[in-house]
């Protein structure tokens, strides 16, 4: 074996290589499927949390999603405005708003899910059905137990760095 492919061999095997392909196959798919959601990945987040019933006040969404409260008023302003969401009294304060989906909003998200589902079939698309599913409930088992451990403050945040890094060209192989 060359010392080329002994290298590349190695490289496939490398956890993080791994994860960084998966990543950058994700992200390019993704990007095209929520580009008209205002706020974009953050935005996408607040709509799912919304409909789902899980977004109880604006600060316990912000807090929850690790997004500045002054972002999140922006955000919440533009995804209402679209008609995506709307905020209701909450019962319990008067003073708080729940953030709740419009029905426009869950269709829109429903839209979104199938779309990104397909990305996620396609970027897992050397394995098996069966194995699809099973790689995504490992996948979430791990990262549910390193998020427990240390939170992230804003995931949006990191998914868009890791995002922006994966997703631009390398330098890699250029002459200098």
């Given amino acids: ?8 061999v190695e490289l496939q095997s490398d956890l993080g290589w791994a994860l960084g ?17 205002p706020g974009g990945p ?23 999603l690790g997004i500045d409260r002054t972002v999140m008023t922006y955000l919440l302003d533009d995804l209402e405005k679209a008609g995506l969401i709307e905020r209701q009294p909450d019962p319990a304060d008067r ?19 199938r779309k990104l589902r397909h990305i996620e ?3 897992l698309g050397a394995l098996p059905d069966e194995d699809r599913e099973r790689f995504r409930e490992m996948l ?3 990262a ?18 890791l995002t922006e890094a994966a997703t631009k060209p390398s330098r890699r192989g250029r002459g200098r």
């Fill in 1 to 8: 074996m060359t010392q080329a492919a002994h290298e590349h």
């Fill in 21 to 37: 392909v998966l990543l950058r196959g994700y992200a390019k798919g993704a990007q095209a499927v929520i580009a008209d959601v």
């Fill in 42 to 64: 953050r935005g996408y987040q607040v709509l799912t949390s919304a409909a789902d019933g899980a977004a109880d006040t604006q600060l316990a969404l912000a807090n929850k």
């Fill in 95 to 113: 003073r708080a708003r729940r953030i709740v989906a419009t029905e426009a909003g869950r269709g829109k998200l429903c839209e979104l899910q």
């Fill in 121 to 123: 079939d396609r970027v």
């Fill in 140 to 142: 979430r088992t791990v």
């Fill in 144 to 161: 549910v137990n390193l998020d427990a451990g240390d939170p992230l403050q804003d995931a949006c945040s990191v998914v868009e760095s």
